[in-house]
């Protein structure tokens, strides 16, 4: 079998010899297709082939693809769109000036808590996209794929407590520049220093714009409103942790790594028995509302033997413990 390692930079910035693994899960986090790349595999050009594979099995025609801001560049987006894939992506704070530029000029920068914009982003930025949102315009544009064809759809919220957040956040970023600038603290530059002259200084320009911006979150999608209202496309993407959460289980509660296989026969066997795994241990969490973890620590201590003494079979087993009766009876399970 052809080898499926390759050696790349990891996330982790290591060089042992990786594979890149896909998993499509729902939107709860039960997984339903896994598969395998070598390692030196773009991400983001692993995505469509996983799709396309699930939906041929399954015969589905219409799926949305809900990811982070990792997915967002043109030619990404313009992948999904052609593969007529319909999706979701979150946006970079970076572009709100652009889409909101219209709200900003019309209304400054008041947002009330939970306020949602819906307007339209450019798919690549240059002038003749830009133009697709007329500032002197008090109404935002509604995206059509047939009118705005050099256009996404953007959804942009605004929360309170993520502004609050978002602001603790930028003072520390703050503090850290000074410190360095003062020379009290040796560490690479961080955000919101320039340097000019070889003389270090606060970048109060890109910090102001910064806070402005705190609170605001968004979403670039291809679906028209009258397909999926705002709250939708934001609902829909908030699930995505569970997504997480799931990539999370695999690594460490069912220990998908380290590998230390170097076939794709091997790797891929692996890969499906961690997937098995995985689909039971997201029944076992959504059955018991429990994580898996404390399902095994619960259970594992519990045992059974059978031993022949003279001829005759002793049974010795531990007791059951309320916490292991409450997860048998939420599962249905009757112990024999």
Known sequence: ?????????????????????????????????????????????????????????????????????????????????????????????????????????????????????????????????????????????????????RSWRAVWAYSRKRAVRDGKTLTLQENRAKAVIAGEKAARTPRFITTRNGTQSLDEASLARARRLVGLKGYVTNIPAAVMPAGEVIASYHDLWQVEASFRMSKTDLRARPMFHHTREAIEAHLTIVFAALAVARHLQDATGISIKKIVQTLRPLQEISVRIAGHEHLAEDPLTPAATSILDALDLTPQ
């Open 1 to 149: 079998m052809e080898l499926c390692r390759r050696r790349h930079n990891s996330k982790e910035r290591r060089v042992d010899p990786q594979v890149v693994v896909g998993l499509l899960v729902d939107r709860g986090g039960f997984p339903l297709e896994i598969g395998c790349w070598e390692g030196n595999k773009a991400e983001t050009a692993t995505i469509v082939p996983i799709i396309r594979q699930f939906q041929a099995r399954h015969g589905l025609a219409d799926m949305v693809v809900v990811a982070d801001a990792g997915m967002l560049s043109a030619s990404n987006l313009k992948e999904l769109d052609e593969a007529a894939l319909r999706f979701i992506v979150g946006s970079r704070v970076t572009k709100a000036p652009a889409d909101l530029a219209s709200h900003f000029r019309w209304h400054g920068d008041a947002f009330a808590d939970g306020q949602v914009i819906d307007t339209i982003t450019p798919r690549v930025a240059t002038t003749a996209a830009r133009d697709d949102n007329d500032v002197n315009k008090r109404a935002e544009p509604v995206w059509d794929p047939a009118v705005h064809t």
